[in-house]
């Protein structure tokens, strides 16, 4: 495979990306590698159900039975996780080479998703821009379509950010989100809203992660996840959407983005793991905080809409920033 990697440097962080899945491969802020990965492109493609660094699409999480409908047309999207449509599917846009163009303080991906691949209608045109701004780096997205179709794009970072494999649990996490998606036995979304009081899903403070799984590591909502991997509905009325906190290394995140979801995956899956600079990957050691649209959005009026309309030009963004 022909493959290049890039590297963008300013006096805050050093960060490599990849136009394989248009990665970020590594994230290095006050000393420290923040982001999962591996020592080369094979770990990337032997751990390709992990999504490491990549972007995700042209539709990021799950599809129920890979099925929606769309100006009364109905369509089956290829099915690569337990029945369901996930992350793009069979060959989503994690396992294609990007074009890519590296300027001084940003590298910017592009890719054309053909029309009909993995069953999605219409030629579908996407980048992603990485910007270096000072102690910030931010994801820029643009996106549209010859055809009506869906998208929903996202990046599939790991994080720990006291850059060990050390349990994840130990960070502090705060997210602005009022409700919460609950799931059903296979991760899809039931299509309710519901508050987060006194739930798994309550961070309205920064706290503990290990806080709620001791709390309520007995419910259905965890027993179905091992963990947390659910969409929060980000209240979109304060200055940030969500924080977290290395509590050895004191290095903290701050997300900001302009989606209305949060997919939030405590890494339930991971499982001896060989990452990089010699650490190995378990349950639990790293958090994805994916912005996006709600997953399974296409199966509900009232989540998030999907669509895409033809020649119209779609953005999104997310800043990540880090300070201590
Ligand atoms: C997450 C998803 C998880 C799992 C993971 C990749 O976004 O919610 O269920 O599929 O990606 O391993």
Same mark, same amino acid.
């Not at 009081?197 to 992660?209: A, G, M, T, V, Y």
């Given at each position: 495979m022909n493959y290049n990697i890039f590297k963008l440097k300013n006096n805050f962080i050093t960060a490599t990306f990849t136009d394989y899945g248009a990665r970020i491969l590594s994230l290095v802020v006050y000393g420290k590698d923040v982001l999962f990965g591996f020592e080369n492109i094979n770990g990337y493609i032997e751990n390709a159900?992990? #999504? =490491?660094g990549a972007v995700c699409g042209r539709f990021a999480n799950r599809i129920k039975d890979g099925k929606f409908c769309l100006n009364g047309k109905t369509y089956q999207l290829n099915k690569n996780s337990s029945g369901q449509h996930l =992350?793009?599917? +069979?060959?989503?846009?994690? *396992?294609k080479i990007w074009d890519s163009k590296l300027n001084e303080d940003s590298i910017t991906f592009s890719y054309i998703s053909q029309n009909?691949?993995?069953? #999605? @209608?219409g030629s579908f045109n996407v980048s992603i821009t990485y910007t270096l701004d000072e102690n910030r780096l931010r994801l820029d997205y643009k996106y549209y379509s010859d055809k009506d179709t869906i998208a929903n794009i996202t990046n599939h970072a790991y994080f720990n950010l006291d850059g060990?494999?050390?349990?994840?649990?130990d960070h502090k996490l705060m997210i602005n989100a009022d409700f919460y998606t609950p799931i059903d036995e296979h991760i899809i979304p039931t299509g309710e809203i519901l508050k987060v009081?006194?739930?798994?899903?309550?961070?309205?403070?920064?706290? @503990?992660?290990r806080e709620n799984f001791d709390k309520f590591s007995d419910t259905e909502q965890f027993k179905f996840a091992s963990g947390i991997d659910h969409n929060f509905v980000l209240n *979109? /009325?304060?200055?940030?959407?969500c924080v977290l906190l290395?509590? *050895? &290394?004191?290095i903290k995140m701050t997300i900001k983005t302009d989606r209305q979801g949060l997919q939030v995956y !405590?890494?339930?899956? /991971?499982?001896n793991l060989k990452g990089k600079n010699g650490l190995v990957y378990d349950k639990h050691s790293a958090i994805a905080l994916e912005t996006q +649209?709600? @997953?399974? &959005? !296409?199966?509900?009026? =009232?989540?998030?809409d999907p669509v895409i309309k033809k020649g119209k030009i779609y953005k999104s963004y997310t800043v990540l920033e880090f300070d201590k």
């Open positions: 159900d992990g #999504y =490491h =992350h793009g599917g +069979l060959n989503g846009f994690d *396992k009909g691949e993995e069953n #999605y @209608p060990d494999n050390n349990s994840i649990l009081n006194n739930s798994l899903f309550d961070f309205r403070e920064l706290k @503990p992660i *979109k /009325m304060e200055d940030c959407d290395g509590t *050895k &290394s004191g !405590t890494g339930n899956f /991971m499982n +649209l709600f @997953p399974a &959005s !296409t199966s509900f009026a =009232h989540f998030t």
